[in-house]
């Protein structure tokens, strides 16, 4: 069962999940934007922790994690610097880190800036298209669609909420509903946690440091496990795709059929034994002298 700790660090609060044996290999997980742990990985974390050691983490403004009060503090070197703190003060041996959609590009830049603490590298439909290879996503699309939608976030019902995520997913059932109860506060009305406050910054983050830029610096065998849907993203995943296998020399992808982007709520299944099988491959190398 997992279990949530807050740490109180730098007059911050960061609120992370537990579980798993840690005498297995450590997965750390980070997840997408406007998400938290829970909600990015309550089912996945099922499958996996009876195999690693899972370190699921609020990312900063999201979920219990507290906010960042300066916008630069969001841009992913920073973050990445931030991430080194908050890591060594948890953890004292080498790990994998996990990440979807936002969470993908974090945990590259991390890998970028700190190479010598990763063992591998698994980004979930994530750090391969947007904004690079998605030519309609300009800046200020991209900007002015979240500032909108943070601003029409607010629901009177949670049968409202439902209405609306459970058009994210095939798949629906009790566990992600749970999960969907973790990104949103009740005031006068259901709101986001994820204020636009949080949320801009990571978008002018996306922009600012691409995270192409991290693709040469990756020395680390990587997985990506990216979905097929919607159709109209394929020419943008074909183009990051072979970006990524020119400039990372031990990359491992993995398409999985008829998902879309919360590809883990989609298809737990195939994803949890896809990320099984490539970091067993990674720990039996690790063991040939």
């Not at 992370?16 to 309550?42: E, M, Q, R, W």
């Not at 920073?78 to 880190?97: M, R």
């Not at 059932?173 to 009305?189: C, G, M, R, Y």
């Not at 709520?265 to 099988?277: A, C, G, Q, R, T």
């Amino acid at each position: 069962m997992m279990e949530n700790i807050i740490l109180e660090w730098n007059g911050e609060k960061v609120s992370y999940f537990v579980d798993g044996d840690s005498k297995n290999p450590t997965i750390i997980c980070l997840h997408g934007l406007a998400g938290s742990a829970n909600y990015s990985f309550s089912e996945l974390s099922k499958k996996l922790s009876k195999h690693y050691h899972l370190i699921l983490i609020d990312q900063p403004g999201h979920g219990k994690s507290t906010s960042f009060k300066k916008e630069g503090d969001y841009l992913f070197s920073n973050l990445a610097t931030w991430y080194e703190k908050v890591f060594d003060s948890i953890l004292d041996k080498p790990f994998y880190i996990l990440g979807h959609s936002w969470g993908a590009d974090v945990a590259l830049h991390y890998t970028r800036h700190y190479p010598n603490k990763i063992k591998g590298v698994i980004l979930l439909d994530g750090g391969f298209t947007f904004p690079e290879f998605q030519e309609e996503m300009t800046f200020s699309r991209a900007y002015d669609g979240w500032n909108t939608y943070i601003d029409n976030a607010k629901y009177d019902s949670w049968e409202e909420i439902l209405d609306e995520y459970k058009t994210f997913t095939k798949r629906w059932n009790a566990a992600i509903e749970k999960s969907v109860a973790s990104i949103f506060t009740k005031n006068d009305k259901y709101e986001l946690i994820a204020s636009k406050f949080t949320v801009l910054p990571i978008i002018k983050a996306f922009f600012k440091e691409p995270f192409m830029t991290t693709y040469p610096y990756i020395k680390s065998p990587l997985l990506l496990i990216h979905a097929t849907e919607p159709k109209e993203l394929h020419e943008a995943r074909e183009k990051g795709i072979s970006q990524l296998k020119k400039d990372i020399k031990e990359a491992t992808i993995i398409k999985i059929k008829d998902t879309g982007h919360m590809i883990q709520w989609d298809n737990p299944e195939e994803v949890s034994s896809e990320i099984m099988n490539w970091v067993n491959k990674q720990e039996s190398k690790l063991l040939i002298p």
